[in-house]
């Protein structure tokens, strides 16, 4: 390994060799470079380099850091481009596809009793336009059936005939960026059949390591129910090996309030613990250290086979044997060393790592435990050993995955302290517990006293967290961190716990302490001016697929969201996964209004997530049957939620920090023929500027506006009904005249908005249109005067 300057350095300068390299990956992602002139940089590098290393030059690690920079941006420029046989460029075709099952089929029931199955396909051969091509990449494939009858296992071959679609998730920030996560395990594309037949060709009876794992998790799973209440089983098997399916929502969600969420993920923590266990084990026996080891590896394999050898647990895995081996030789810089070399080593073969949370979240924990915990154990000298080990333990980890943390979940468990010391022991024994049930499963007895006990025993742990995370403060709201502030939170942790480097920058101010003072007070007059310069009024589009959702963020950081998106046949929960974190990224802990334009599903199902997470001072609705309203919101009986809503009504207005709100048009018919009759028509002003929220209004609703004359001139227009041709009539179109037009939809909706004929009117009247399908979140910055415009794509 090339070493700065003679060797002094190694590990800073292969962490730099990482930043660098996932620097280049980032790049990437983002910017559109010349390859041919980047190729010519690297050959003239690696030359420069080849110079140095010969002179052994105290400057050999720059060409060395250019050249992984490059090399960054050039793997993440390949693996982003996907081949030309690759099944994405079958994109919006209709064809027939034949490939094989690789996992394990994900299966949900709702309430309706229909199975919603998802199949991963790695597909071999498309047949389109009477032409067969071999190609590759996976897919999913999603499937409702009414029973479980002739489910596809893995391994076999099938075969489907469908329109081929890429994944597309919601582009807002603040979000886990969904088709770069299924891009990293080779997934590009998906078919939805609906209930449309799925023929297996051929049923794989051949012996398959996969199914093999399969078939021993299901085996344990079935003596756990047989054992104990299947609560207590289901959460179990999620504790042993990963996943959080039939857990109830109450004990998930104290679990994620109070920081011990990862107890339910197979991850580093969960090699660890085994490992500890392992060599804990092994000294008591007084085994030799290599056959202690030895044992350590095998068992620790087999377990991560058992799990499903997917990325995630093959990285914790390697990661955590690595560690605890360089850790049990009393060897913390070579752990640190191994991590290190085993994260460079995971984003040369894999650079779309760099965007998985999982690897993210696994390499900053690891890190925390290898370079603090022993530095923050030896602070806590004066507690007895195991609160200074659990404490050391989750300080580690929690110190290193903060910013990750706070950018992904914007929370922080105030209760994650006491949880750790006191829960996550238990739930470790748990685990054990029952790992050691699994080890001697065939001895029927023994197997069933260990479950039993793991069983009372999670009794005991589950109360106590659920009591927990009821706690005032059990989690408290985090902002999201800049990227510069990252970095630089890294950057001073990093020189903290590093005396040499803490030292050198000691001496550094001493020798030049005019230029220290001078970059700190103009950093300083930056920041406040930054926190004190008057702030616009912000209007948010958020992408919600095929929905409306507007945020609109005062000069005073008042909040008013106009509707709130939902999910028409799903039961993904648009608030909880795609509105809060938003509001959350932006630092919206409160909403001074909430109006819904109407009771449409795509309109107004995320409210009552919303109004449960978060405190709204004002709900207007539209004038609707309150039945209606129950049935969209999913109200449970007895909820006041209704009773406290502001019915709107015409001319019906309100002021925030000079922000006016006006209702030009209210629903008078309560029984209107169609809801989206009903949709009330909001209009902000600020000086100059306004905007225009027509909800799901049609053509004839528009004209009695026009009709009336009313003020509807706007800057801004929210396009009525996703772009539908029932809507955006050329007369309403003309009156109100905006200079921007914006267009809520989802990609690849079945209704087939924006209709082309309402995007052939925007543009003969030269009006912009900007999409939440192409732009993604879409934000209007503006004083009143002048206006900024920024998408999130």
Same mark, same amino acid.
């Given at each position: 390994?090339?070493?700065?300057?003679?060797?002094?350095?190694?590990?800073?300068?292969?962490?730099?060799?990482?930043?660098?390299?996932?620097?280049?990956?980032?790049?990437?992602?983002?910017?559109?470079?010349?390859?041919?002139?980047?190729?010519?940089?690297?050959?003239?590098?690696?030359?420069?380099?080849?110079?140095?290393?010969?002179?052994?030059?105290?400057?050999?690690?720059?060409?060395?850091?250019?050249?992984?920079?490059?090399?960054?941006?050039?793997?993440?420029?390949?693996?982003?481009?996907?081949?030309?046989?690759?099944?994405?460029?079958?994109?919006?075709?209709?064809?027939?596809?034949?490939?094989?099952?690789?996992?394990?089929?994900?299966?949900?029931?709702?309430?309706?009793?229909?199975?919603?199955?998802?199949?991963?396909?790695?597909?071999?051969?498309?047949?389109?336009?009477?032409?067969?091509?071999?190609?590759?990449?996976?897919?999913?494939?999603?499937?409702?059936?009414?029973?479980?009858?002739?489910?596809?296992?893995?391994?076999?071959?099938?075969?489907?005939?469908?329109?081929?679609?890429?994944?597309?998730?919601?582009?807002?920030?603040?979000?886990?960026?969904?088709?770069?996560?299924?891009?990293?395990?080779?997934?590009?594309?998906?078919?939805?059949?609906?209930?449309?037949?799925?023929?297996?060709?051929?049923?794989?009876?051949?012996?398959?390591?996969?199914?093999?794992?399969?078939?021993?998790?299901?085996?344990?799973?079935?003596?756990?129910?047989?054992?104990?209440?299947?609560?207590?089983?289901?959460?179990?098997?999620?504790?042993?090996?990963?996943?959080?399916?039939?857990?109830?929502?109450?004990?998930?969600?104290?679990?994620?309030?109070?920081?011990?969420?990862?107890?339910?993920?197979?991850?580093?923590?969960?090699?660890?613990?085994?490992?500890?266990?392992?060599?804990?084990?092994?000294?008591?026996?007084?085994?030799?250290?290599?056959?202690?080891?030895?044992?350590?590896?095998?068992?620790?394999?087999?377990?991560?086979?058992?799990?499903?050898?997917?990325?995630? +647990?093959?990285?914790?895995?390697?990661? !955590? /044997?690595?560690?605890?081996?360089? %850790?049990? &030789?009393? @060897?913390?810089?070579? #752990? $640190?060393?191994?991590?290190?070399?085993?994260?460079?080593?995971?984003?040369?073969?894999?650079?779309?790592?760099?965007?998985?949370?999982?690897?993210?979240?696994?390499?900053?924990?690891?890190?925390?435990?290898?370079?603090?915990?022993?530095?923050?154990?030896?602070?806590?000298?004066?507690?007895?050993?195991?609160?200074?080990?659990?404490?050391?333990?989750?300080?580690?980890?929690?110190?290193?995955?903060?910013?990750?943390?706070?950018?992904?979940?914007?929370?922080?468990?105030?209760?994650?302290?006491?949880?750790?010391?006191?829960?996550?022991?238990?739930?470790?024994?748990?685990?054990?517990?029952?790992?050691?049930?699994?080890?001697?499963?065939?001895?029927?007895?023994?197997?069933?006293?260990?479950? +039993?006990?793991?069983?009372?025993?999670? !009794? /005991?742990?589950?109360?106590?967290? %659920?009591? &927990?995370? @009821?706690?005032?403060? #059990? $989690?408290?709201?985090?902002?999201?961190?800049?990227?510069?502030?990252?970095?630089?939170?890294?950057?001073?942790?990093?020189?903290?716990?590093?005396?040499?480097?803490?030292?050198?920058?000691?001496?550094?101010?001493?020798?030049?302490?005019?230029?220290?003072?001078?970059?700190?007070?103009?950093?300083?007059?930056?920041?406040?001016?930054?926190?004190?310069?008057?702030?616009?009024?912000?209007?948010?589009?958020?992408?919600?697929?095929?929905?409306?959702?507007?945020?609109?963020?005062?000069?005073?950081?008042?909040?008013?969201?106009?509707?709130?998106?939902?999910?028409?046949?799903?039961?993904?929960?648009?608030?909880?996964?795609?509105?809060?974190?938003?509001?959350?990224?932006?630092?919206?802990?409160?909403?001074?209004?909430?109006?819904?334009?109407?009771?449409?599903?795509?309109?107004?199902?995320?409210?009552?997530?919303?109004?449960?997470?978060?405190?709204?001072?004002?709900?207007?609705?539209?004038?609707?049957?309150?039945?209606?309203?129950?049935?969209?919101?999913?109200?449970?009986?007895?909820?006041?939620?209704?009773?406290?809503?502001?019915?709107?009504?015409?001319?019906?207005?309100?002021?925030?920090?000079?922000?006016?709100?006006?209702?030009?048009?209210?629903?008078?018919?309560?029984?209107?023929?169609?809801?989206?009759?009903?949709?009330?028509?909001?209009?902000?002003?600020?000086?100059?500027?306004?905007?225009?929220?027509?909800?799901?209004?049609?053509?004839?609703?528009?004209?009695?506006?026009?009709?009336?004359?009313?003020?509807?001139?706007?800057?801004?227009?929210?396009?009525?009904?996703?772009?539908?041709?029932?809507?955006?009539?050329?007369?309403?179109?003309?009156?109100?005249?905006?200079?921007?037009?914006?267009?809520?939809?989802?990609?690849?909706?079945?209704?087939?908005?924006?209709?082309?004929?309402?995007?052939?009117?925007?543009?003969?009247?030269?009006?912009?249109?900007?999409?939440?399908?192409?732009?993604?979140?879409?934000?209007?910055?503006?004083?009143?005067?002048?206006?900024?415009?920024?998408?999130?794509?």
């Amino acid at each position: 390994m090339i070493k700065i300057r003679y060797g002094q350095y190694p590990l800073l300068f292969l962490n730099s060799l990482i930043f660098c390299y996932s620097l280049g990956v980032f790049g990437a992602e983002k910017y559109i470079l010349p390859q041919k002139c980047l190729f010519l940089l690297l050959i003239v590098n690696f030359f420069i380099a080849f110079i140095f290393i010969l002179k052994k030059h105290d400057l050999t690690f720059i060409p060395f850091l250019i050249i992984f920079t490059l090399l960054g941006y050039l793997s993440g420029i390949f693996v982003l481009s996907p081949s030309p046989n690759n099944i994405i460029n079958y994109e919006n075709k209709t064809a027939t596809i034949e490939g094989t099952i690789c996992e394990e089929p994900i299966i949900k029931q709702d309430e309706q009793k229909i199975y919603h199955i998802t199949y991963i396909v790695d597909v071999q051969t498309v047949f389109w336009q009477k032409q067969t091509k071999n190609t590759t990449g996976k897919i999913y494939i999603y499937k409702k059936q009414d029973d479980l009858n002739s489910i596809a296992q893995i391994g076999d071959i099938v075969s489907t005939a469908g329109t081929i679609r890429k994944i597309h998730g919601y582009h807002n920030p603040g979000l886990i960026n969904s088709e770069l996560r299924a891009q990293s395990k080779g997934i590009y594309g998906f078919i939805s059949l609906g209930k449309a037949d799925m023929q297996i060709l051929k049923a794989n009876n051949d012996f398959n390591l996969k199914k093999f794992s399969i078939d021993i998790k299901k085996h344990i799973l079935d003596k756990l129910l047989n054992t104990m209440p299947e609560d207590d089983a289901y959460m179990i098997y999620a504790m042993v090996f990963g996943g959080y399916a039939n857990i109830p929502a109450e004990l998930l969600e104290a679990f994620s309030l109070t920081g011990i969420i990862h107890i339910l993920s197979v991850s580093g923590s969960h090699v660890s613990l085994i490992a500890g266990f392992l060599l804990s084990l092994g000294k008591l026996c007084r085994l030799p250290r290599f056959i202690n080891i030895t044992l350590l590896i095998i068992i620790i394999s087999f377990y991560a086979f058992i799990c499903g050898l997917s990325a995630p +647990i093959m990285r914790a895995t390697v990661m !955590g /044997i690595l560690t605890a081996i360089a %850790l049990s &030789l009393q @060897k913390s810089h070579e #752990a $640190s060393n191994l991590l290190s070399i085993t994260a460079l080593i995971m984003l040369l073969i894999n650079p779309l790592l760099l965007f998985d949370i999982s690897f993210q979240l696994s390499f900053a924990s690891t890190a925390g435990l290898v370079y603090l915990m022993s530095k923050i154990r030896q602070k806590l000298y004066f507690l007895p050993c195991f609160l200074a080990d659990n404490l050391s333990l989750t300080l580690s980890a929690q110190i290193m995955t903060l910013p990750l943390i706070a950018w992904y979940f914007n929370s922080l468990s105030l209760s994650s302290l006491i949880a750790n010391i006191i829960a996550v022991p238990i739930l470790e024994f748990i685990i054990i517990l029952s790992l050691i049930a699994c080890l001697v499963i065939f001895i029927p007895i023994m197997a069933k006293i260990l479950f +039993i006990l793991s069983s009372l025993i999670l !009794g /005991i742990s589950n109360i106590f967290t %659920l009591h &927990l995370a @009821k706690m005032p403060f #059990a $989690s408290v709201y985090f902002p999201t961190f800049p990227f510069i502030c990252i970095f630089l939170y890294y950057l001073v942790l990093f020189n903290i716990f590093n005396k040499s480097l803490a030292k050198f920058w000691i001496k550094f101010l001493h020798r030049y302490k005019i230029i220290c003072y001078m970059i700190f007070l103009s950093s300083f007059v930056l920041t406040m001016y930054f926190v004190f310069k008057p702030q616009p009024l912000e209007i948010h589009f958020i992408d919600v697929g095929q929905g409306d959702c507007i945020l609109i963020i005062t000069p005073n950081k008042k909040s008013v969201m106009i509707d709130t998106g939902g999910s028409v046949n799903s039961d993904f929960d648009i608030g909880l996964r795609v509105d809060l974190p938003y509001l959350r990224h932006y630092g919206i802990t409160k909403l001074d209004y909430l109006i819904l334009s109407h009771a449409d599903v795509d309109h107004a199902e995320a409210t009552y997530t919303i109004m449960q997470k978060i405190p709204v001072n004002h709900l207007i609705i539209a004038n609707q049957p309150p039945e209606e309203y129950i049935k969209t919101l999913n109200l449970p009986p007895n909820c006041e939620l209704l009773s406290q809503a502001i019915i709107a009504k015409t001319d019906m207005n309100f002021t925030l920090d000079d922000v006016q709100f006006k209702f030009l048009r209210a629903n008078e018919n309560p029984s209107a023929s169609s809801s989206n009759e009903a949709s009330n028509v909001l209009k902000l002003t600020y000086h100059n500027f306004s905007a225009l929220f027509p909800g799901d209004l049609p053509q004839k609703q528009e004209q009695q506006l026009v009709n009336e004359r009313q003020d509807l001139q706007s800057t801004i227009l929210k396009v009525a009904h996703h772009g539908s041709k029932t809507s955006s009539s050329l007369e309403f179109l003309q009156a109100v005249n905006p200079q921007f037009a914006v267009i809520c939809v989802g990609k690849y909706n079945s209704f087939n908005h924006p209709s082309s004929q309402i995007i052939e009117r925007l543009n003969k009247l030269n009006i912009p249109i900007y999409r939440t399908d192409i732009n993604g979140a879409i934000v209007f910055s503006t004083d009143g005067y002048k206006l900024k415009i920024d998408t999130f794509n």
